[in-house]
């Protein structure tokens, strides 16, 4: 059993800057896929960025390219999605999964979800 948490969420103006945290318990080891889906009001969600505990950064998606960051402080089992130059396009609620299974979370159907974090970016 695997729990996030998420916290960091929050109102912006555009071009600001905020950080994400996932905090991860339980039964978390390397062999789990960890990372960041968001999902705005009417839309699909959607994979943001991505990273393997045992191998680091798997990808971002195009969107976010040059402006997020994805990392993780491994001793205290903390994800991290530090996001830059948000644009009003970024506002969603923002959620945190884990699977061991590749295509599974990839496509958005991993085991384990956190509660989400409200990301707001104003014009």
């Known amino acids: 059993q695997v729990h996030l948490l998420e916290s960091g969420g929050g109102s912006v103006q555009t071009g600001g800057s905020l950080r994400l945290s996932c905090a991860a318990s339980?039964?978390?080891?390397?062999?789990?896929?960890m990372g960041w889906f968001r999902q705005a009001p009417g839309k699909e969600r959607e994979g943001v960025a991505h990273f393997y505990i045992g191998g680091g950064v798997v990808g971002y998606a195009e969107s976010v390219k040059g402006r997020f960051t994805i990392s993780q402080d491994n001793t205290k089992n903390i994800l991290f999605l530090q996001m830059n130059s948000l644009k009003p396009e970024d506002t969603a609620m923002y959620y945190c999964?884990?699977?061991?299974?590749?295509?599974?979370?990839?496509?958005?159907?991993?085991?384990?979800w956190g509660q989400g974090t409200q990301v707001t970016v104003s014009s």
């Open positions: 339980g039964d978390i080891n390397s062999r789990y896929y």
């Open positions: 999964a884990a699977d061991t299974v590749y295509s599974d979370y990839i496509h958005g159907a991993s085991r384990y």
